[in-house]
């Protein structure tokens, strides 16, 4: 019953499922403007299903194990595709002349993908907890404190991570960290250097 749970919760906060509503977030945030929310937020989707189809691919064809791609070993090709697709998506983003938030967020994507593979050389990261903690960490930089309390969901997907057997404390602590790290580090870059 415990495992069920867990793997609701993994399903729920998988990192596809929480990037889908974060363009949408991102370009509404600074445009106030439903219709052009919507459609980046379609076009994001758009890209966002491209990377899971891959990995479903990848699946069929023997090159990854699982839809969490679980065996390290796998996850620099994953990482790869990763970064491909994101920086297929930044240059949309400029050719398109996309919010310059969202052009933000991908660049933090991107180096958030680099650091997690980067370390995946070593140990094994939770994507799941990297993603979590830079969208909750982002949302309380732009929203304010008042999204604090939203951080209790860090350590429920780890517990679930864990009970899942999909990854170890430590995983799944340096996870949240490279998140929280990763989107400070960006944040402030834009805030204070580039602006």
């Known amino acids: 019953m415990l495992k069920k749970i867990a793997e609701i919760i993994s399903l729920v906060l998988n990192p596809l499922v929480l990037l889908m509503p974060v363009p949408f977030f991102l370009v509404f945030e600074r445009t106030n403007n439903l219709a052009r929310s919507l459609a980046w937020t379609g076009i994001s989707t758009f890209f966002i299903f491209l990377y899971f189809m891959l990995i479903v691919f990848g699946i069929r064809f023997g090159i990854f194990s ?73 949302a309380v930089l732009v929203e304010g404190w008042k999204l604090l309390g939203l951080f209790i969901l860090l350590p429920l997907l780890a517990w679930a991570r864990i009970k899942t057997k999909n990854h170890t404390l430590l995983q799944t602590v340096l996870g949240s960290v490279i998140g929280i790290l990763t989107t400070v580090i960006i944040y402030a870059i834009v805030k204070y250097i580039v602006r």
């Open 66 to 138: 699982d839809l969490d791609v679980s065996k390290r070993q796998q996850r620099p090709i994953l990482f790869l595709v990763g970064l491909f697709l994101a920086i297929s998506y930044l240059i949309f983003l400029l050719l398109f002349h996309a919010p310059g938030i969202l052009q933000i967020g991908t660049f933090a994507l991107i180096a958030g993908l680099f650091v997690i593979g980067a370390v995946n050389m070593f140990t094994k990261v939770s994507g799941h907890l990297a993603v979590l903690s830079a969208f909750l960490t982002f």
